[in-house]
């Protein structure tokens, strides 16, 4: 079994950076490629970011040239950058992946972050 263990979360003034990372842990697996969602409240859970594990990324609009996704692969790690923080950017933030374990593709996701941006 594979976990993600996502940390980092918190509150942050409009315009202050935050940097989240999320870790998988397990036995015998190997992730392909990881990436993060949000989820505001009364809306649905939205791509911010993804990377693949030749390190190739792609952004939602809403947070690009404000925040980079990199990895560790030696560390089964995934990490978000945020800067340039507004009230828009709040929500919960869900790490993902797409791990083999053995032979089969799984789709992971973490439990969550909360990040809250006052203005």
């Known amino acids: 079994q594979v976990q993600l263990v996502e940390s980092g979360g918190g509150w942050v003034q409009a315009g202050g950076s935050r940097r989240l990372s999320c870790a998988a842990s397990?036995?015998?697996?190997?992730?392909?490629?990881m990436g993060w969602y949000r989820q505001a409240p009364g809306n649905e859970r939205e791509l911010v970011a993804r990377?693949?594990?030749?390190?190739?990324?792609n952004y939602a609009d809403a947070v690009k040239g404000r925040f980079t996704i990199s990895r560790d692969n030696a560390k089964n790690t995934v990490y978000l950058q945020m800067n340039s923080l507004t009230p828009e950017d709040t929500g919960v933030y869900y790490c993902?992946?797409?791990?083999?374990?053995?032979?089969?593709?799984?789709?992971?996701w973490g439990q969550g972050t909360q990040v809250t941006v006052s203005s």
């Open positions: 993902n992946a797409d791990i083999f374990v053995i032979v089969t593709l799984y789709d992971y």
């Open positions: 397990g036995s015998r697996f190997k992730i392909n490629t």
């Open positions: 990377i693949t594990s030749s390190g190739s990324t």
